[in-house]
């Protein structure tokens, strides 16, 4: 397995337990890709988890989780289910509840002369949800022939954008920016986002918002668990820089210090334009090089870590996702993020508080921590890609610290006065996101999830290459369930069953949840497992 991410390790350990012995080689000294967590001066940080949905009763990831023996090692946080989601769109507020009836109810009473425009565009997008959940099956011959009959939404719907669905159902201005401002979760604009993919994670988090305790690396800190106790290995440090390709057919890997690993199946998370443009011999990868080069990638981002001296619970703060933009026209403040830097301030902003969505997060004293993104491009910083953290210039260090600055002025319009608060700051710019996560020029979630990029059309679980697979954010989906399923999908591959569930031990109800912003209820009962979420690897 090339790589640590969710996709890798659940790829990883679903094989381990169906009896293959698994070596996981990562290039990074934390696991986990874009789920690892990180510390800077006692604070600890998870860039790439703010929530992860069906986590409740009978939700596909709680399956996953349990069906891979995780629930001893893994605990999460429900975030505000009143308001997993808090759209703050220029003077105007919207909380997205946990529930889609409570959702189409708030919504219809806010804006109840586009009632039903309302039902007409939920109708769309749950369709395509559940269509989407039927696809896999669907898309072998001959059942492809019932396509129009069994999948009707995504036939119809399928190669357009959310913005198509906005225009055919929806006209109020505040209306089309508050359910095009979870659009972070992608990075496109409406008129960018295939309809489909914005549709899976809309549904995605219908039933609620999760966050794991200690941070996002308890994820792959429990898979590793796991995966050691099967016999299984993991390798830090260890960056491959050839996949061996022997008459025909992949049969391991070399590592970058000439180290050869033989293995039966070779597993790629690392991202196509890393397996294709880097690991595999040119000759061999001549129409998925042609394909990459006509590939989008997702917008890249700009990352603020911070700890502040403020109460923000006793302020009125809860576990809420807060996504601020400066006024209604949410779809083109995602269009300009693609290309362009902010000019003096910043447009769109994430920013969430994870002292209080994970109570007992490690930090200092009281200080919260909370991460913030906006979307840049990564051309403005390409001209130092050569280069090493620290040595990268003054200019460098001007622009990435100016365009720290305009964030947390943006930041002033959630949580008013945080500038003077704040104790300690790092920003990370889309160079820190290829160093770490070995990211395609940036990319926050892999291949753009355009019309003409999705299934099919994106790079596939098996390849042309007998004996070697891929998995990850840039073949069925981004997101740590997206990425999390495509592992699954080839480990199925590898092991030969018949479906993904044979791979999966039963769904026992084990895995723990608690309400983050009731921590008076339960924290005190789990005090003691502090220094346990200290661990590192
Ligand atoms: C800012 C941000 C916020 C996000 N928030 C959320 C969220 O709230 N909820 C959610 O579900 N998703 C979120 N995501 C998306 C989610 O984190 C990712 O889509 C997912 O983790 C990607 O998983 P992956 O399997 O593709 O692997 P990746 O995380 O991309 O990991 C790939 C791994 O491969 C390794 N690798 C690459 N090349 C080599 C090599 N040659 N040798 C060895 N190792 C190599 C890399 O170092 C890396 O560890 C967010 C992403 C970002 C950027």
Redesign the pocket.
Known sequence: M???????LTAALALARAGQKVIV????YL??????SFSLNGYLFS??????GELGPGGAVRRLYEGLGLSGDLEFCEINPDGLDHLIIGDERFDVPKGFDRLLARLTARFPQEAAGLERYFRVIRGLSDDLARLDTMLEFPRALLLPFKAPNLVRWGLRTQEDLLDATIRDPLLRAILAAQGG?HGLAPSRVALPIHASIVCHYFNGGYYPRGGAKRIPLAMIRALRRLGGQVRMR????RILVERGRAAGVELAGGEVLRAASVVS???PA?TYG??LPPELTIRERRKLRRMEYSTS?L?VFCAVDMDLRSMGYDSGNYWWYRGKEVGRIYERMEYQLPRGEVDGLFLTITTLKDPGHPTQGDHHTIEM?TFVPHAPFTRWKETHTGERGAEYEKLKESLGDQVMAAAEHVIPGISRAVVFRSVATPLT?DF????HRGA???TAKTPWQLGPLSFSIGTRIPGLYQ????TLS???????V??LMAAQRIAGVARMDDLLGPADGSLRVYPADRPEEWLHKRKATADELNETM
């Open positions: 090339i790589g640590s991410g969710p996709g890798g080689v990562e290039q990074h696991p986990g890709g874009w789920t690892h860039p790439g988890v703010h929530y992860i979760d260890a960056r491959v820089r998370n690392a991202d890393i880097e690991l981002l990352s993104f996101n770490y996560c070995a990211s926050a979630y892999g998995c990850g954010a840039s981004h997101g740590v369930a997206g990425a999390s495509s592992g």
